[in-house]
């Protein structure tokens, strides 16, 4: 038998929740690399409940107005977590216990982002090259040492950036931003965190394209980060050693 009022005691009073026409909405601790939360949806199914993620993974995709031609890598990286996809893009897993419930906002949020790293990586944008893809190919070229997709512990959290370089004294981790609203505050959060990481020096650079509708007062919000916003035309112009002043 169903016992929301004990799901909603165990696991609602620390999470922000709503309630649906048969279940339960819960907000939990994944960022999405657009700077937002993942909404799990929890439903009863007898006595055994089903988790989704309301198509967020595919939203991901479609802010970047990309595209994929196959799921099947997808599907198949899913079920080896025993998540699965539907045809309309929502990931979910059912056979769910009630105390499996108190995590299934961590573990469904963790496949959503899963999912829209995945669809992110292997997706192309119609008309060009993602502007993530051409930062990563530019630095790679002139800074073999460097690594794309860098990886680095900030105060709080982990961060991947789009590249990065280990110099002496610091870290330069640089991360392509677009003018929505999401990859702004996106970029804006992992900045700030990286900065704050203990015993380290860490610099962010976010990369953007004046090709795309951005205006001075989205530019400045960059600053918020402490990071040194840069045109990505002038990518080509840097010399070695690696100075963004």
Known sequence: MTD?????????????????????????????????????????????????????AFDELARQAAEVSSFVGL??????????????????CDGLSQEAVADCASFVGDASLRAAQYLLANSSVPGGARLDSRVKD????????????????????????????????????????????????????KGLDATKAPNIRVRPVFIYDPADDWGSDRLNMLGLAGARAMDIGRLSSIQRPLTIQ
């Open 75 to 92: 599907r198949k990286m899913l079920s080896e977590t025993n998540f699965r996809l539907t045809d309309d893009g929502v990931i979910w």
């Open 4 to 56: 929301w009022a004990e799901i909603r005691r165990s696991i609602c009073s620390a999470r922000r929740f709503s309630e649906t026409a048969d279940g339960l909405k819960l907000l939990s601790d994944v960022i999405m690399p657009s700077g937002g939360l993942v909404w799990v949806t929890i439903q009863a199914r007898g006595d055994l409940y089903t988790a989704h993620d309301g198509g967020a």
């Open 138 to 189: 530019a630095l790679r070229l002139r800074y073999p040492e460097g690594h794309p997709d860098f990886v680095l512990q900030g105060l709080n959290r982990q961060h991947t950036f789009d590249f990065g370089v280990t110099l002496r004294d610091e870290i330069i981790v640089v991360q392509a931003v677009t003018p929505e609203a999401g990859s702004i505050s996106a970029a804006i959060v």
